[in-house]
């Protein structure tokens, strides 16, 4: 294929694809693809692992819809509405998708890229290194949030299964009373008819 074209059908796949972040870890492709159908047609869904995390739990997808606008819609109403995926507590942020958050996209034509090792002594040495040490700085602080964030989940997961076992028994004790006849006994007793 010519390199001009297929780079274009490559931004065309930008145009329809949107970039989700804060995502949970719990989050599967069925999950998204079912929250996202909402909108339009999900063609393909793919994670983007954290690799600065230790347990590399991936924080970000890119969901490519079927067309542009519909990439726009979700876009849009994620930005107007807190989305919350599968109860977690954390709201998804969407944006529209850019060409660098893509692992697989091919080269632009005509661009000619090179790499080179520095010198200790010139002065783009010492840049590179206060950003190497900013992004280990940063990476520290996004997992010590990450394991903030999970412990958070865990917890509200946990009220949530308690919430659903407390229902679940009421509604079995309310089975059980009008199973019984109490409640007709009750209703004749106090008159009130339901």
Same mark, same amino acid.
């Given at each position: 294929?010519?390199?001009?074209?297929?780079?274009?059908?490559?931004?065309?796949?930008?145009?329809?694809?949107?970039?989700?972040?804060?995502?949970?870890?719990?989050?599967?492709?069925?999950?998204?693809?079912?929250?996202?159908?909402?909108?339009?047609?999900?063609?393909?869904?793919?994670?983007?692992?954290?690799?600065?995390?230790?347990?590399?739990?991936?924080?970000?997808?890119?969901?490519?819809?079927?067309?542009?606008?519909?990439?726009?819609?979700?876009?849009?109403?994620?930005?107007?509405?807190?989305?919350?995926?599968?109860?977690?507590? @954390?709201?998804? @942020?969407?944006?529209?998708?850019?060409?660098?958050?893509?692992?697989? @996209?091919?080269?632009?034509?005509?661009?000619?890229?090179?790499?080179?090792?520095?010198?200790?002594?010139?002065?783009?040495?010492?840049?590179?290194?206060?950003?190497?040490?900013?992004?280990?700085?940063?990476?520290?602080?996004?997992?010590?949030?990450?394991?903030?964030?999970?412990?958070?989940?865990?917890?509200?997961?946990?009220?949530?299964?308690?919430?659903?076992?407390?229902?679940?028994?009421?509604?079995?004790?309310?089975?059980?009373?009008?199973?019984?006849?109490?409640?007709?006994?009750?209703?004749?007793?106090? @008159?009130?008819?339901?």
């Amino acid at each position: 294929m010519d390199p001009t074209k297929e780079y274009d059908e490559f931004l065309k796949r930008v145009k329809r694809t949107i970039y989700l972040d804060n995502i949970s870890p719990a989050a599967t492709e069925s999950v998204l693809k079912a929250a996202f159908n909402q909108f339009g047609n999900v063609t393909r869904v793919e994670f983007i692992s954290d690799l600065m995390q230790p347990n590399g739990y991936p924080q970000a997808v890119l969901v490519e819809m079927e067309n542009e606008d519909q990439a726009k819609q979700v876009a849009t109403e994620m930005h107007i509405f807190p989305f919350m995926i599968g109860g977690m507590p @954390r709201p998804v @942020r969407a944006k529209s998708a850019t060409v660098e958050m893509f692992d697989d @996209r091919p080269s632009k034509p005509g661009r000619k890229i090179q790499c080179r090792w520095l010198n200790p002594k010139e002065p783009d040495f010492e840049v590179g290194m206060k950003i190497k040490n900013l992004v280990k700085k940063h990476a520290a602080e996004a997992s010590f949030l990450l394991e903030q964030q999970l412990a958070e989940e865990e917890k509200l997961s946990t009220k949530q299964d308690e919430a659903l076992g407390l229902l679940s028994q009421k509604l079995k004790l309310l089975d059980g009373v009008c199973a019984d006849g109490s409640v007709k006994q009750l209703t004749e007793y106090y @008159r009130c008819y339901i």
